[in-house]
């Protein structure tokens, strides 16, 4: 089974830009999460989409948005780009079942803002 | 705020001994517990995950958990150079949905040859 894949891998941008990153889940998964990582706060959970539904969001200002599509996919946004947005941004996908919770990771997308 | 706590590190082991490591967490109704490997430069890798109390074995992995105590640990026997990574601890408790976990901010192994 092919694993989750996020596209694209490496992104550069500028402050003030927006930026919108995709996530396939691995097929039959059909929970897709986000995550910020940075060497200062670790991994943060930004939200959890589920049949096309937002279903948990984190502590993130509104910049940063997602949806997802009827196939699952997702994807999430973030307007108006700070430095503090640089970071590794991982999508992680889980069957909705046994075992619960269970959430395979993404390569992730290293964002870079100048 | 709900915290899982892990400490940095770095813990050095020789390569062929047990490394020990051990995380624990604020929320009582924490339901699921996951060990993730997350090597340098990639993005973590499940290895582990247990939901009740006692000891769970995978290989040369055990997963402990101890729910009375907010504690979970892994044992990696027979350590290998490969085993050198950052070690992530991770707890669901739902609130909703199984897809927010909380992360420990990682211990980073080092096994020597």
């Known amino acids: 089974k092919a694993g989750v894949t996020q596209t694209p891998r490496y992104l550069i941008k500028t402050r003030g830009q927006q930026v919108t990153l995709s996530c396939s889940p691995i097929s039959g998964h059909r929970s897709v999460s986000w995550y910020q990582q940075t060497p200062g706060q670790g991994l943060q959970f930004l939200f959890e989409y589920f049949s096309e539904t937002q279903r948990n969001k984190g502590n993130f200002p509104g910049r940063f948005s997602g949806r997802q599509f009827s196939n699952s996919r997702s994807e999430m946004n973030v307007s108006t780009l700070e430095l503090g947005d640089s970071a590794l941004y991982l999508c992680?996908?889980?069957?909705?079942?046994?075992?619960?919770?269970?959430?395979?990771f993404g390569p992730g997308t290293r964002l870079t803002v100048t | 705020q709900k915290e899982v706590e892990q400490n940095s590190g770095p813990l050095s082991v020789p390569e062929g001994a047990i490394a020990s490591l051990n995380c624990t967490y604020s929320d009582r109704g924490s339901q699921s517990f996951f060990w993730y490997r997350q090597y340098s430069g990639k993005s973590p890798e499940l290895i582990m995950s247990?939901?009740?109390?006692g000891d769970k074995e995978d290989g040369r992995f055990t997963a402990q958990l101890n729910k009375a105590s907010q504690y979970v640990s892994l044992l990696i026997r027979d350590s290998q150079p490969s085993d050198s990574a950052t070690y992530l601890c991770?707890?669901?408790?739902?609130?909703?949905?199984?897809?927010?976990?909380?992360f420990g901010k990682g211990t980073k192994l080092s096994v020597k040859p």
């Open positions: 992680a996908s889980s069957f909705l079942g046994r075992p619960k919770g269970e959430q395979y």
């Open positions: 991770a707890v669901n408790d739902y609130g909703g949905s199984q897809g927010n976990l909380i």
């Open positions: 247990i939901y009740s109390n």
